[in-house]
C-alpha cells in the first residue's frame, strides 16, 4: 500500500513508518520539521517537507505517489504550550488536520488512521478508562484532539473516509535506531534518563501528596513499539461502518517513584530525588483499559515491561547522547 504519514519525522511518527517500511509498504515521510528530526526519517522512506496546512502542497504529494492511505501524527502536542498558546495548537492541530482531510476527500482517499491522546478525557472519573468514559479535555492540546475526533465520523458520513482514531497513553522506550528527542522535553522517562546520564543528576517529583500507594501519580506506559503496532492492525481492519476509537495502553500503572527506582537500578546510578509542588491538572491516576484494541484487532503489548522500556531508551540514549543531532 502506498501510505502517506504526516508528523513521520516526530517520535511515534518515525517509528510507525520505520515499521511499515518492514511490512514491504511505500511510505511517504511528510512533516515540516518544526518539532521533528530528518535523522529519523529511515532508509528506503520517500521524505518531503510540508506543512499540512499548504492543501496544494499535500494534493500534489498524494497525487504524485497515488497514496491510499494517510496515518495523522502531524501536530503540536506540548500541553504546557497550549495552555499558553491555545491559538498555535487550534491552527496546526485544528485547522491544518481540516486542510488534510480536504485532501482526502477531494482525492476520495479513504483510509485514516489519526494519532488522538488520552487528553481527551480529562479527570478521570473511572480507572482503567474504557472509551466510553466522558470526554471533557482539561487543556487546549486535549480538545483540538477532540475536536478532529468528532470531525471525523461527519467526514466519514459526507466523504467516505473511513477512520480509526488511536487515543494512546505515556509513548515511552526507543528501537535501536530510533528514540525519543524534544526540545524542551517533558516526558518523565527521557527527563529521569537525562538525570541518570549526569554525575549527581537531580529530578523533581510533582507532588507526593496524592490519593497513592507512596503518594506520587500513577501513569500507564506503552512502547513505542506496540504504539506503532497498534496504529498498523487499524490501518489493516479499518471498518467501513465509520470512526473507530481505541485506547493504546499497557492495561497497568506504575507511580513516578516506581519508575524512578526502575531508572536508577538499570542506570546504575542514585539520582537526587526532590519533591516539588503538584502540577495543575495532574490526575493522580491514568491507566487504560485496551480490551476492545485486543478484542476487536488482537493486538498485545509484546514490550511494554516497564524495564523492558527503560532498558530500551537507556541504550538508545547512550548510543544517541545528543540526541538526533550530530
Given at each position: 500500500m ?11 511518527g518515525?517509528?510507525c513508518?520505520a515499521?511499515l517500511?518492514?511490512q ?19 532508509e ?17 504529494v ?12 502531524a501536530?503540536s502536542a ?15 492541530n485544528?485547522?491544518?488536520t ?9 482525492l ?13 478525557y ?10 466510553n468514559?466522558?470526554?471533557?479535555p ?9 475536536v ?5 465520523a ?11 482514531a488511536l ?6 522506550g ?5 528514540g525519543?528527542?524534544?526540545r524542551p ?21 510533582y ?14 506506559f ?6 506503532a ?10 471498518s ?5 476509537i ?39 491516576v491514568?491507566?487504560?483499559s485496551?480490551?476492545?484494541l485486543?478484542?476487536e ?13 527503560i ?13 538526533y543531532?550530530?
Open positions: 502506498n501510505i502517506l504519514v504526516t508528523g513521520a519525522a516526530g517520535y511515534v518515525s517509528v513508518a515499521e517500511v518492514k514491504g509498504h511505500d511510505i511517504v515521510a511528510y512533516d515540516n520539521l518544526t518539532a521533528g528530526h530528518r535523522q529519523a526519517v529511515v528506503r522512506i520517500q521524505f518531503v517537507r510540508g506543512d499540512i496546512a499548504d492543501g496544494e502542497k499535500l494534493k500534489r498524494c497525487k504524485k505517489h497515488q497514496v491510499q492511505a494517510v496515518m495523522h501524527f501536530a506540548l500541553v504546557e504550550d497550549s495552555v499558553r498558546n491555545p491559538h498555535l495548537f487550534y491552527c496546526n485544528v485547522s491544518g481540516l486542510s488534510l482531510l480536504e485532501v482526502l476527500a477531494e476520495k482517499i479513504q483510509k485514516l488512521i489519526f494519532s488522538s491522546s488520552a487528553a481527551v480529562g479527570e478521570p472519573k473511572s480507572v482503567p478508562i474504557r472509551e468514559h466522558p470526554v471533557c482539561v487543556n487546549p492540546y486535549g480538545e483540538t484532539k477532540l478532529i475526533e468528532r470531525a471525523l461527519w467526514y466519514h458520513a459526507a466523504y467516505g473516509i473511513n477512520c480509526a487515543r494512546y497513553f505515556n509513548a515511552a526507543a528501537t535501536k535506531n530510533l525519543e528527542d524534544h522535553e517533558t516526558h518523565l522517562l527521557p527527563r529521569l534518563l537525562a538525570a541518570a546520564s549526569r554525575p549527581n543528576g537531580s529530578f523533581e517529583i507532588g507526593d501528596d496524592y490519593p497513592t500507594s507512596d503518594g506520587t501519580c500513577i501513569r500507564d506503552v512502547h513505542v513499539l506496540d504504539i503496532q497498534a496504529h498498523i492492525l487499524a490501518l489493516h481492519c479499518l467501513k461502518s465509520g470512526l473507530r481505541y485506547n493504546v495502553g499497557h492495561g497497568k500503572g506504575y507511580s513516578i517513584r516506581a519508575v524512578v527506582k526502575a531508572v536508577e537500578e538499570i542506570a546504575g546510578r542514585k539520582l537526587d530525588i526532590r519533591v516539588g509542588r503538584r502540577r495543575s491538572g495532574d490526575p493522580a491514568l491507566v487504560a485496551a480490551r476492545r485486543a478484542r484487532l488482537k493486538w498485545k503489548p509484546r514490550h511494554s515491561d516497564l524495564r523492558d522500556i532498558r530500551s531508551a537507556w541504550a538508545w540514549m547512550q548510543m544517541h547522547p545528543q540526541g543531532r550530530k
